[in-house]
């Protein structure tokens, strides 16, 4: 079954750290651009973090850089990210994604065309 499951989320006091994890059976991925996106309620999904199959190179939108870290770990077969100094407005379901970035003859450094997403987890910065 080609899917991807996330792990790692939870309540956290702000100033607290979790780590998502996303990981990926029945495909390599390795070969895909991956995205952490996000959704809080009445908010449209926002792509919060992403990286690149061979050079790795990353993404963040900037309300989380300096806090954020994503990283793969390909004979895992996984993603993460890592979340430090967690604010209240980072609440929200966080869904991972993996796709291409290739679109209207650019590459992307976030997936554009995504063929696999996550169910979701939910992270809650609250005290």
């Known amino acids: 079954q080609l899917q991807l499951v996330e792990s790692g989320g939870g309540l956290v006091q702000p100033g607290g750290s979790l780590r998502l994890s996303c990981a990926a059976s029945?495909?390599?991925?390795?070969?895909?651009?991956v995205g952490w996106f996000r959704q809080a309620p009445m908010t449209e999904r926002e792509a919060v973090s992403c990286?690149?199959?061979?050079?790795?190179?990353?993404y963040y939108i900037d309300s989380v850089k300096g806090r954020f870290t994503i990283s793969r770990d390909n004979d895992l077969n996984m993603v993460y990210l890592q979340m430090n100094n967690l604010k209240p407005e980072d609440t929200g379901v966080y869904y991972c994604a993996a796709g291409t970035a290739y679109a209207d003859g650019y590459y992307y450094t976030c997936p554009q065309t995504i063929n696999y997403w996550g169910q979701g987890a939910q992270v809650t910065v609250s005290s």
């Open positions: 029945g495909f390599t991925l390795a070969t895909s651009t």
């Open positions: 990286i690149t199959p061979s050079d790795g190179v990353t």
